[in-house]
C-alpha cells in the first residue's frame, strides 16, 4: 500500500533552519511535493523533486532519494511567518495520476 | 499563476440536504481536477479524481452515491454531498492540473469550502 510518514510537530527559531523529513513508501512514484498550509486555508505549492538530488528555490530547498524512499525541505533564515504545517505528497502513476498527502508537520516558529 | 476558485466558500446546511460544491480553474484548462477532504487538524485527504467527460475514480472506503462528482467542461468539476450528515461537517478542497494530460508538475488548490451540516 502507500504509506508517507512525516514527524507530526516541530519546534523552531527566528533566523535558524529547520529541516523536516519525509519517508515514503509507494509504488509507481512519480513525483514528490512539498506544501505549505497555514490554519484553515488550502495548501500552497512550495516544490517539486522527480529525480534525485537537492533542488533549492530561495529560502526552501528540497531533497529527495528514491532509492531510500526520503525526502526532506530544509527552511533557512526561519521567519515568524513560516509557522504552518507543511505537507509532504507524493505522485504515483498506477494507472492514472494521483497525489497523495502525508498527515503534515506542524512547524512553529519561536522568537 | 493559475487560479483555482470554489464556490461556496463556506455552507451551512440541514441533516438530509444536499449541497453542491464548484471547483472552477478561472485561467487554464484541466481535464483532471481532485477533490480532498480534510478534517481539523488533519491532512488532506484524497476523495476522488475528477476526469472530464468520463465517470469519476474513487479512492477507497469514498461512497461515490453519497459524493456525486461531475466534470462537465474543462475548466469545471462539481461534488455534490447528498443527505448529508454532521459527520460529513469537513473542509473541502479541490485542485487542479494544468494541462490535458494530468501530468504538470504543478497542482493548484482552490481556497477550500468549510461544510458544516447540523
Known amino acids: 500500500g502507500q504509506n508517507i510518514d512525516q514527524p507530526t510537530e516541530m519546534t523552531a527559531t527566528e533566523g535558524a533552519i529547520v529541516q523536516i523529513n519525509c519517508t515514503y513508501q509507494?509504488?509507481?512514484?512519480?513525483?514528490l511535493f512539498w506544501y505549505q498550509q497555514h490554519a484553515g486555508e488550502a495548501p500552497t505549492f512550495l516544490s517539486y523533486?522527480?529525480?534525485?538530488g537537492l533542488e533549492e528555490k530561495g529560502r526552501f530547498s528540497s531533497f529527495l532519494s528514491r532509492s531510500k524512499g526520503y525526502s526532506y525541505l530544509l527552511l533557512k533564515e526561519l521567519q515568524m511567518k513560516d509557522s504552518a504545517s507543511y505537507l509532504c505528497?507524493?505522485?504515483?502513476?498506477?494507472?492514472?495520476?494521483?497525489?497523495?498527502f502525508g498527515a503534515g508537520t506542524r512547524l512553529f516558529v519561536k522568537a | 499563476g493559475a487560479v483555482v476558485s470554489q464556490h461556496p466558500s463556506w455552507v451551512i446546511c440541514k441533516s438530509g440536504t444536499s449541497v453542491k460544491i464548484e471547483c472552477r480553474s478561472l485561467?487554464?484548462?484541466?481535464?483532471?481536477m481532485f477533490w480532498y477532504r480534510q478534517f481539523p487538524k488533519q491532512s488532506l485527504m484524497l476523495m476522488a479524481t475528477?476526469?472530464?467527460?468520463?465517470?469519476?475514480?474513487?479512492e477507497q472506503g469514498v461512497e461515490k452515491d453519497k459524493f456525486l462528482i461531475n466534470h462537465a467542461s474543462l475548466t469545471l468539476s462539481t461534488l455534490t454531498v447528498t443527505s448529508a450528515h454532521p459527520e460529513d461537517s469537513s473542509f473541502y478542497i479541490c485542485?487542479?492540473?494544468?494541462?490535458?494530460?494530468?501530468?504538470?508538475?504543478?497542482?493548484?488548490f482552490g481556497p477550500g469550502t468549510r461544510l458544516t451540516v447540523t
Open positions: 485542485s487542479a492540473r494544468p494541462g490535458t494530460s494530468g501530468s504538470g508538475n504543478e497542482q493548484y
Open positions: 509507494t509504488s509507481g512514484f512519480n513525483g
Open positions: 523533486n522527480v529525480l534525485d
Open positions: 505528497a507524493v505522485r504515483t502513476h498506477t494507472g492514472g495520476f494521483k497525489t497523495i
Open positions: 485561467d487554464f484548462q484541466a481535464t483532471t
Open positions: 475528477s476526469n472530464e467527460g468520463s465517470k469519476a475514480t474513487y
